[in-house]
């Protein structure tokens, strides 16, 4: 098991990197070359800098049991159909019941935008939201724990 970091605007990367290490799991962060990351014990992956080439790298690499952390619900569904887990920087989980849902309100979204409309940004960040994404992660990594022993035996 690995997680990957979509990195592009991630407000969790170091929470998630806390809790990797808390787990001993490897850790991936992916990031275009507009932005500089640096973490110890974290594998970094810097792509071109073009619209959806951390998307396509992460999905090339993630594999069946893998967590994706991603606020990209495009990204969220091409890692749910190679069977990871993705939650978002709330905690949420995608999953493939509520992906279509996030996908159209996605569109919808953009069409509102491009006649000229104007959707509500997002509120500032709070420590409720680091903790419900701390907790989230956790889980799921007991979850895929659990489900690899029970399959060894």
């Known amino acids: 098991m690995k997680i ?3 990195a592009d605007g991630c407000p969790v990367v170091r929470n998630t ?6 787990f001993n799991i490897l850790c991936v962060i992916i990031c275009d070359t507009a932005h500089q990351i640096e973490h110890g014990g974290a594998e970094i992956i810097v792509v071109d ?8 790298r992460l999905v090339n690499l ?6 994706a952390v991603t606020q990209d619900y495009g990204l969220a569904a091409m890692c749910l ?3 990871a887990i993705v939650l978002n920087q709330d905690g949420k989980e995608y999953t493939n019941e509520n ?3 996030l996908l159209e309100f996605r569109a919808v979204s953009r069409k509102i935008r491009q006649i000229g409309g104007r959707l509500k940004g997002m509120p500032k960040r709070t420590g409720e939201q680091n903790r419900a994404f701390e907790e989230a ?5 007991d979850c895929v724990k659990t489900d ?3 399959s060894v035996r």
């Open 4 to 6: 990957y970091i979509d």
């Open 17 to 22: 990197l806390k809790i990797a290490e808390k």
């Open 49 to 56: 800098k073009g619209a959806d080439s951390v998307d396509f």
């Open 62 to 67: 993630i594999q069946k049991g893998d967590i």
């Open 81 to 83: 159909s190679k069977q």
């Open 99 to 101: 992906i279509s849902g």
């Open 137 to 141: 992660l956790k889980k799921k990594i």
């Open 148 to 150: 690899l022993v029970n």
